[in-house]
């Protein structure tokens, strides 16, 4: 079965900073996708980042980006020039390529609740 | 596009009734969708998979005649939950993915706040 690990329960940054959010995950499969779900006090969960095993380069979306390191089973979540709004939980999730287009679930991490100091 | 709504995003009753929560996507069809559990702090828990046309796919440990799934459309599931009590008080998110996008993103709900009195 696969798991994710998340082994920040609370982190804190400056505002303006730049801070990284760890995450691990075990599996045997080859063929999958990664995200990052941001939750703010709103309980809203919000796509913040998806990367594709097969992809080498790391994703990037804005001041968000991915260290994928896939013989490592790593997807760190960077966030550069941190904003009060990014505030929030942070879930990493895992879930398996499925043939057929079929949708698969997601597995998620205990999360990381990140605070933005002004 | 990809908007999933979810009704009501909160609900206060007494012990013993059932509750309806609602689970649409409004702008695409969604052959799946997913049903969440979250406690305060906690992670997201998979409850079940809802199949439009089938029976739902329960998680390990999820009580079946608890949470009743229904998903009779492709744009709606519903997630009942029978004779409530306390411990079900919990925070309940839905999830959907666009058919024939295969291995996209899934779509959240805003979630239902259940508090049984």
């Known amino acids: 079965a696969q798991t994710v690990t998340q082994s920040q329960p609370e982190m804190s940054v400056q505002e303006a900073e730049t801070v990284t959010l760890s995450c691990t995950y075990d599996?045997?499969?080859?063929?999958?996708?990664l995200f990052w779900y941001k939750q703010p006090p709103s309980r809203q969960m919000i796509l913040v980042i998806r990367?594709?095993?097969?992809?080498?380069q790391n994703a990037t979306e804005n001041r968000f980006s991915v260290n994928f390191q896939k013989a490592a089973k790593s997807f760190s979540l960077k966030i550069s020039d941190s904003q009060l709004g990014d505030t929030a939980m942070y879930f990493c999730?895992?879930?398996?390529?499925?043939?057929?287009?079929?949708?698969?679930?997601?597995?998620f991490g205990t999360g990381t609740l990140l605070a933005v100091q002004p | 596009g990809a908007v999933v709504s979810q009704h009501p995003s909160w609900v206060i009753c007494k012990s013993g009734t059932s509750v309806k929560i609602e689970c649409r996507s409004l702008?695409?069809?969604?052959?799946?969708m997913f049903w969440y559990r979250q406690f305060p702090k906690q992670s997201l828990m998979l409850m079940a998979t809802s199949n439009e046309g089938s029976k739902a796919t329960y998680e390990q440990g999820v009580e079946k005649d608890k949470f009743l799934i229904n998903h009779a459309s492709l744009t709606l599931s519903t997630l009942t939950v029978t004779s409530a009590h306390p411990e079900d008080s919990s925070f309940y998110i839905c999830?959907?993915?666009?058919?024939?996008?295969?291995?996209?993103?899934?779509?959240f709900g805003d979630g239902t706040r259940l508090s049984i009195l």
């Open positions: 999730a895992f879930m398996n390529r499925v043939p057929g287009g079929a949708t698969n679930k997601l597995i």
């Open positions: 702008d695409f069809h969604a052959t799946t």
């Open positions: 999830s959907a993915t666009r058919t024939g996008s295969s291995n996209q993103p899934q779509h």
């Open positions: 990367q594709e095993a097969y992809k080498q």
């Open positions: 599996t045997s499969e080859n063929n999958y996708y």
